[in-house]
Every structure is written in C-alpha cells, then in structure tokens.
C-alpha cells in the first residue's frame, strides 16, 4: 500500500498518454454494455422467470397457421390449467410503414388476460375501464413513454395480413418486464368481420397451477390435438420467446464474436502503452534497483500501472455509459430500426458489474508481458540504455 | 521541401513491437468493421439481385409481404386478361398465381425457424430466367414433389434431395435443387401451387406473379390493376417489393455505424499514443531536421504521413484478413429473419470494391485524427530546445 502513491504518479506521469489509454477503454467499455444489452433485450425471459408457468400454444406448422376456437375448451378442461386466452397477432401498421413505430400488437380476452400474463401490474381502475370498453386498449409502459399516448387518444391500426383497420381508445399502461406490446379485445376484432372472426385465433396463451404440472399439460395439450385437422405446438412462454430469437439466426453470435475480437484489441492498446512506459523508464528502473527494489517489486510496480489505468478506465466508461452515452444512444435509436429492440434494452447492474471486472482483466492481461520484461531487466544493461 | 518518406518507415521499421501492436489494432478494427458492413452488404444485395422492373406481383391493397396477402381464384383469372401481360412463345399469358404458407422447421444446428413454401404454376419458371435447377429435376404437379434452394441443405434437416420433408399435415419429397444467382429466392422451397393448395386446404392465392415484355408494359399492367375496381388488388415490381424488406438489414447498418464509430475513435487513440512516443522520442532528430533546414510544415507532413502509413498498413492487412475470411473460411450461407416475411433469409457476406475502399478511408481517417495532435507538437518545438534535448 505504502507505494500507491508511486504508482499513482507513474500513471499520471504523462497526462495525455494516460488520457488516451483510459479514452480507449472508455470507449470500448461503453460498446461492449450497448452490445451485450442488447443481446440481453434480444434473447432473455422478459418476465424474469415469474412467466415460467405459462404456455403458449400454436398451430404445429408455425405461427403462420390459425387454430379454431373450438380448442378453447378443451384446453380449459384439463386438469391444472388456471386460465386460457386466445390470442390474436394482428401486426398492423401504426403512422406509417417506418420500423421504429413498429410494436407488438395483440388482441386478448379482457376477462382472463391479467389472470394469465400475471407479472403485470396494472391500475384496477384501469383493467376495470379496458374490460367495460370494447375499443379500449392498455399498453406496455415503455411504449406509451415512446409514443406519448395519454388516456383517451385515439389509434388507428391498419390491417397487413388481417385486412380490416382498427380504431382503438388507450386506456392506460400497465408495468411488466415485457412492456413492448398493446391489447385490445378479440371481440372488437370479431366485430370487425375479419375472416376468421368468432372462429379462429393465433395463439393460445395459458396458465397453469404449478411448474410440476407444466410437462403433463403440454403433453395432454398436443396429444389431443395430434390427430386433428388443427395439430398444435405447446411450449412454454420462455421457449416462444426463443423461438424468435432463433430466427434472428447467427446475428446473435455475430454480435460476441465482435464484442471478443474489440476486447482483444484494447487490450493490445494498453498493452502497447504500458510496454511503451516501461521502455522509457528503463533507467529509471535500474537505479530504483540498485537502491534495493527487488525484481518483484518492479513487476508489481507495472502490473499495478497497468491495473489502476484500466480501473479508472472501467470507472469512467461505467459513469459515462450510465449517466450520458447510454441514454444519447437509446434516445438516437428510438428513431431507427433498433428501436424495436429498445423498447425492453436495460443495462442491469449485472452488466455494469460484468464491465468493471472486464476493466481489471484487460488491465492484468495487458501489463502482463511488459511487467514481466521489465523485472528482468539487468542493472548494467539498464544503466547502459540511453533513450 | 518534404522530409523523405524513406525517414518515416525506417523509423517504423525500427520499432518493431510498438508498431507491431498498432498496425495489429488498426487491423482488427477494420476486420470488424468490414465484418458488419458486408453482413449489411449481403441481406441488401439478396434481396436486390435479380429483382426485376418486368416482373409485379399483384397482392391485395396495403400488404407488405405475399404471405399477408390473399387473392381470390376469381381475381386471378382476371387479371389474365389484363394489358401489359407478356405471352410464351406458346402463346399463354406469363402469369403465375402463387400461395406461399410459412412452415416452421428444425436447422441443422438442433433451433428451428420459419421458412417460406411458394406454390407456383408450372410456367412461374419461365418467368424467373435467374432460376435454374442444378441437381434432379423439375417437380410434377400432382405428386406433392418440391424442389429447394442449393443452400438450404446446408441449413435445414431433412431438406436433401430424396428427402421427405414433413411437417404437421404438409408432407413433400425433395427432387430438385434450383439455383437462384444469391437472390432471396435461395430461401425458399417450391412446390406446384395446386399440390400446396390442396394440402393447405386453402382455395386462394397469395399473390399473383406476371411477367411484363418491359418496365413500360409493367407500368401500364400496375395502373391496369389499380383501374380495376373488381380487384381490390396493387401491383408491384419486384424490384419495389424486394427494396421494402431492406429494413430487415437496417438493424445490422446501425450496429456497425456504432461499433464503427466507438472503435475507430478508441483505435485512434492507440495510434495516438505511439505517435505521442514517436514523437518524444525523437525530440532530438526533429531539432536536427529543423536545423538542417526543414521547415514546420514539413515536419508536421511528415509525422502526418507516418502516422498514415502506420495505419494504411493495418487498415490493408484488416482488409487482407476479411478477405480471407469471407472468401476462404465462411462460406456457407448465414440467415437472419426478414422482419416483413417474418421467414429466415439466407445470405452470404459481400465484400464489395467499395466496401474494401471503405475499410482502407476508415484506416486513413483513424490515422490522420491519430497522428495530427503529435504531428502538430512536433512541428511547434524549438530548435534550441529540441536540440538540447537528452
């Protein structure tokens, strides 16, 4: 501890230098918690695990296909199951056709849907009015954040593959850790006359009493439907999830790959400027050894150059990222085609913490190799360099 | 008068490791880079090669995908009759009503994903010349035969030629691969469109595909389509059709330009630093340059262009490395999911002339910020100083 002051002062030796190294880290820190954030809003369970014990049934040829409503029933009756809704997907266009005002756009049973989807929390007031109005919608609230939606306004939905236009009231938000989609009731889109009205659904989204039941349900689900003219897929909101992920195909190994390859390099950049420092003080060095440092000494010395460098580098990209990049890239995103994957991006501590031990590992990785060449330095050799 | 570059790449050469380890970066960097731009590069051009001005699809008003549409018999056989429509040499109209169905199959890779099934008629062949079987034959109507893509075997299970592809109701045997020259075509099965009717159970079409003698005739064939009020249906070229879907590709445009941005930033302060060291270094040379008659300028020029040579250096080595690597390590197909088909398209990394010329401005680019600062505090110093200089 008594030589943290030596150390401190050899970081700080040459300002710019240090300013730049510790720029660099900054920079590739605050990348790296934008990409992997992003990953996260890609692939993980939204709902936190509190979604595990609810399944999501669909037509076994995809998504694509509808189910008849006749299944509704049936799948009500099965021991364990709490509550079923049928869900309809209707993928209209809100404004116009731009990505960034695309979201996910359902419709639910009123009656049942927060007995399901039951990590939301939702004003009653709120739930009481979306069940009594058949044009009302609640949304998630992030999105009425993203398109300044106020209780009353009015939406219209323009009909892509269901082809009737939708005009819907908002009637509130409601929190959850999915909060990139709107409801409003199948009944509204029956009275529209779509061509599958009071007949036909997306999706089945159910409840079931405990995690012991969900293998049993799922089973007794697709075998009553096996031989049907209806055959369906049963699986777990979690693996409903990951199944749109896995269409985004290798885009997400992509993404690691690059993250790696950047980390490497940094870390070639410290490396390169402790390697640097340590050759300018090669005299230096040698007189601090023939006053009695040791060998270990000097290693320690650099190694924890290296380290304090990248820790004020990981400390700072940590504030910057948190308190003004993050924040400037989600609002610049909002306006492009990310925005789809914004709407659920959240830099957890988890990620912060993940940054800040990165910082030490390039700090270790890159002081390695020049710490150790500067202990072996011998004092003649050293006394004898002119730089 | 200009210090010779010979004195710039001595002293690189010089310093072995340091500028080892920046040209490396720099490399890198612009691996990356590249890496993601030809991502970009690749879903643009799959969805823009062979896209023609002669061919529209006729889809119901306000959709953006065939899948989404719906085209009654009825409609179809009147479209047959309208202007603009190029005839076979056997004289029948070229038009082909299409169903396409989305079906949900296993990868190779264990995951499954959506892929597009489009029934054609027999003569939705023709209209396509970029489309041509390479290995078996042509499927037959009535027999639930459907050909693939070349590329999707490299992806999808049980999609080989001889296969049986099942899934749910739908059942297929595989007996020809088609080649469709990179277009997004090379994600897709086809099959006959009556077979796909009947499996389906579906009486309707999702679009119907005409083929015009020019992009005049097309022209004339969409305000056709437009003027007709039975139909309730547009037309597009495919060309339109197909630049729609560029949004799937937008995703990857916007995380290059950031990862482009943060690390060309953070490798310039790399190339920064060794400039910085170069430069006080050499405090003693400068003096000399100075003295023996070199002006400011000169000096600043010179630093300038080492630092440019430094990172043209790695900017070409990273280029090199993508090339390498596009070209001689991933080569099979990669697939993300086209947002509007809500299916997997297949695309291959393109590494295009002005991407590579991209990659080496971005490496120029990162050494003129990275080595102007330097250069600038060279040029400043003293002679008295710089000479007395240890």
Redesign the interface.
């Given at each position: 501890m008594k030589y943290l002051r030596l150390i401190w002062k050899n970081v700080f030796r040459?300002k710019?230098?240090m300013f730049?190294?510790t720029?660099?880290i900054v920079?590739?820190l605050?990348?790296i918690v934008?990409?992997v954030s992003?990953l996260n809003a890609m692939e993980a369970d939204p709902s936190g695990g509190r979604g595990a014990n609810r399944l999501v049934v669909q037509?076994?040829?995809?998504?694509?296909?509808f189910l008849p409503l006749s299944q509704r029933q049936r799948i009500a009756q099965i021991p364990g199951v709490v509550a079923v809704t049928p869900e309809i997907w209707f993928?209209g266009?809100y404004k116009d056709?731009k990505?960034e005002n695309?979201f996910g756009q359902l419709s639910a049973d009123p009656e049942i849907f927060f007995k399901v989807f039951d990590d939301a929390t939702v004003d009653p007031a709120v739930e009481a009015t979306w069940r009594a109005e058949r044009n009302s919608f609640v949304a998630g609230k992030s999105l009425e954040e993203k398109f300044g939606w106020k209780p009353g306004d009015h939406i219209i939905l323009?009909?892509?593959?269901i082809?009737v236009n939708l005009d819907l009231v908002y009637r509130g938000s409601y929190h959850a850790g999915d909060e990139s989609n709107i409801f409003f009731h199948n009944e509204y889109l029956n009275q529209a006359q779509w061509f599958g009205a009071n007949r036909m659904t997306g999706i089945y989204y159910l409840k079931v009493a405990s995690g012991e039941d969900l293998p049993r349900v799922t089973a007794a689900i697709d075998r009553m439907f096996e031989n049907s003219?209806a055959?369906t897929?049963t699986m777990t909101e979690k693996q409903f999830q990951q199944?749109?992920m896995?269409?985004?195909?290798?885009?997400k190994g992509?993404?690691r790959w690059?993250s790696l390859?950047?980390l490497?390099?940094?870390t070639?950049?410290v490396?390169?400027?402790v390697?640097?420092s340590a050759r300018?003080r090669v005299t230096e060095i040698a007189v601090m050894r023939t006053l009695g440092f040791r060998r270990t000494h000097i290693l320690s010395f650099i190694l924890s150059e290296s380290v304090l460098m990248s820790l004020l580098g990981g400390i700072f990209g940590i504030l910057l990222a948190k308190f003004l990049l993050i924040p400037l890239?989600v609002a610049g995103?909002a306006k492009?085609?990310?925005s789809?994957?914004l709407i659920n991006f959240k830099v957890t501590p988890e990620i912060f913490l993940g940054a800040f031990l990165i910082s030490v590992g390039i700090g270790v990785l890159a002081g390695f190799v020049p710490a150790i060449r500067s202990s072996q330095i011998r004092i003649v050799d050293g006394l004898r360099q002119?730089? | 008068m200009a210090i010779p570059l010979k004195y710039n790449l001595r002293n690189l050469l010089v310093r072995k490791?340091?500028t080892g380890?920046?040209v490396?970066?720099i490399c890198?960097?612009v691996?990356?880079f590249l890496?993601?731009l030809s991502?970009w590069q690749g879903v643009t051009r799959t969805l823009t090669v062979n896209a023609s001005e002669r061919n529209v699809l006729t889809m119901?008003v306000?959709?953006?995908?065939e899948?989404?549409?719906?085209v009654t018999r009825d409609s179809a056989d009147l479209i047959r009759a309208l202007p603009g429509i190029e005839r076979s040499a056997a004289g029948q109209p070229l038009v082909s009503p299409e169903l396409l169905?989305?079906?949900?199959i296993p990868?190779l890779d264990g995951?499954?994903?959506?892929v597009q099934v489009r029934g054609i008629a027999p003569i939705g062949m023709e209209m396509r010349p970029g489309v041509t079987i390479v290995e078996g034959r042509m499927f037959r109507p009535g027999t639930n035969d459907a050909i693939v893509s070349k590329v999707l075997p490299s992806r999808f299970a049980n999609v080989r030629l001889g296969d049986t592809l099942k899934?749910?109701?739908?059942r297929w045997t595989i007996v020809g691969l088609f080649d469709a020259s990179g277009s997004a075509y090379e994600s897709e099965i086809w099959t006959d469109v009556a077979d796909l009717q009947a499996q389906a159970?579906r009486q309707i079409y999702s679009a119907v595909f005409v083929r015009a003698a020019d992009p005049d005739s097309a022209r004339r064939y969409i305000e056709a389509v437009k003027g007709d009020q039975r139909l309730k249906l547009e037309g597009k070229t495919e060309k339109t059709y197909y630049e729609?879907q560029m949004?799937t590709g937008?995703?990857?445009?916007?995380?290059a330009i950031?990862?482009g941005i943060?690390?060309a930033?953070?490798?310039s302060?790399?190339a920064?630093?060794?400039m910085?060291?170069q430069v006080s270094?050499r405090i003693r040379e400068i003096g000399t340059l100075r003295a023996i008659g070199f002006s400011r300028r000169s000096v600043l020029a010179s630093f300038v262009l080492e630092s440019l040579m430094l990172c043209l250096a790695g900017g070409v080595l990273g280029t090199a490395l993508a090339y390498v690597l596009f070209n001689l390590i991933i080569t099979a197909p990669?697939?993300?999911?086209n947002?509007r088909t809500?299916?997997?398209v297949l695309f291959n990394f393109r590494l295009t002339p002005p991407l590579i010329l991209g990659g080496l401005a971005f490496s120029l680019a990162m050494g003129l910020f990275g080595g102007f600062f330097p250069a600038a505090r060279a040029a400043r110093l003293k002679i008295t100083t710089a000479l007395r200089e240890?």
């Open positions: 040459k710019i230098r730049l190294t720029g660099s920079l590739v605050v990348l934008v990409l992003l037509h076994a040829t995809g998504l694509a296909t993928g266009v056709e990505p695309w323009k009909g892509t593959y082809p003219d055959p897929k199944s749109f896995e269409m985004m195909g290798n885009v992509l993404i690059i390859i950047i490497f390099a940094v070639l950049i490396a390169n400027t390697a640097m300018e890239i995103g492009t085609a990310l789809v994957f002119v730089v | 490791v340091s380890m920046t490396f970066v890198l960097v691996t990356v890496f993601v991502l119901r306000g959709s953006q995908a899948m989404q549409s719906v169905i989305l079906i949900n990868r995951k499954s994903t959506n899934m749910g109701s739908y159970k729609e949004v937008e995703p990857i445009k916007y995380i950031l990862v943060f690390t930033i953070g490798a302060f790399g920064m630093n060794t910085y060291a270094a990669t697939g993300t999911m947002f809500f299916s997997e240890v």
